[in-house]
């Protein structure tokens, strides 16, 4: 186990620990094997604690994918910081079905910038985090999904339900380009005091002014005014009285 600890660079900052319950198949393997973990190195034995790093640059992915222009989706860069997000977010998950609780800075290291009183439940999941910029007050409900390859900006005292899907990505219009992996991202901006109901869809693009309500089952592809009540697909927008 040590000899695996000495391995790991130390100028690397964030680190995280993650336990392998091992299948049987695995159980079957020498004491001594090469495990290939989201493109890092280790070596292993039967029931020890396997360790990821940050091996990508933020500044370098924030170049490509926050431009608001295509680029190709399969940057090593991107597969890397995609794959590190998709294991802290599992293992949260993982461990809240499994014991009630999980460790909140799972998902909190991953963000990138975040504000008092924030609360989020089960099922978080998010392309990147880094991208992902919360207020004061902000609860977010079960099965969050985000993809924040641009910026995704929540204000102060915003209030998410179930199963809410925001999502800054957008295909290539171009066959070809789709078919060789290049997409675009564009940013998303929540305002404050805005509450979104439950089974609501967020798209690329869009900025939901301050004092809104998005009822739920909505699809949001364009901008919200402030102090609106939004609802339906395609959606209907009456002022808040």
Not at 87 to 108: F, V, W
Not at 183 to 210: R, Y
Request: glycine share 8%; proline share 2%; with cysteine.
């Amino acid at each position: 186990m040590d000899g695996c600890r000495n391995t790991l660079d130390e100028s690397y900052r964030h680190v995280v620990k993650y336990t392998v319950a091992f299948n049987e198949d695995m159980d079957k393997l020498n004491t001594k094997e090469r495990l290939i973990f989201f493109g890092t190195t280790f070596f292993y034995s039967r029931n020890f604690e396997v360790y990821t790093m940050k091996n990508f640059d933020i500044g370098k992915i924030k170049k490509i994918t926050n431009q608001g222009k295509l680029y190709y989706d399969f940057d090593e860069d991107i597969d890397n910081a995609r794959n590190y997000a998709f294991t802290n977010c599992r293992k949260y998950n993982s461990d809240y079905q499994m014991k009630g609780e999980a460790d909140r800075n799972l998902i909190l290291d991953l963000l990138g910038s975040y504000g008092e009183n924030f609360v989020f439940k089960a099922g978080f999941i998010c392309e990147f985090g880094f991208n992902f910029h919360v207020g004061n007050h902000v609860s977010i409900g079960n099965n969050f999904k985000l993809i924040d390859c641009n910026e995704v900006s929540i204000g102060d005292n915003v209030q998410i339900g179930n199963n809410v899907g925001i999502f800054t990505s957008k295909h290539a219009e171009n066959p070809q380009y789709r078919a060789d992996h290049w997409v675009k991202d564009l940013p998303i901006t929540i305002g404050n005091n805005v509450v979104i109901e439950d089974d609501v869809v967020i798209g690329g693009g869009v900025t939901i002014g301050d004092n809104v309500v998005v009822g739920r089952n909505s699809v949001i592809i364009k901008d919200v005014p402030s102090n609106s009540f939004i609802t339906g697909n395609p959606p209907y927008i009456k002022p808040l009285k």
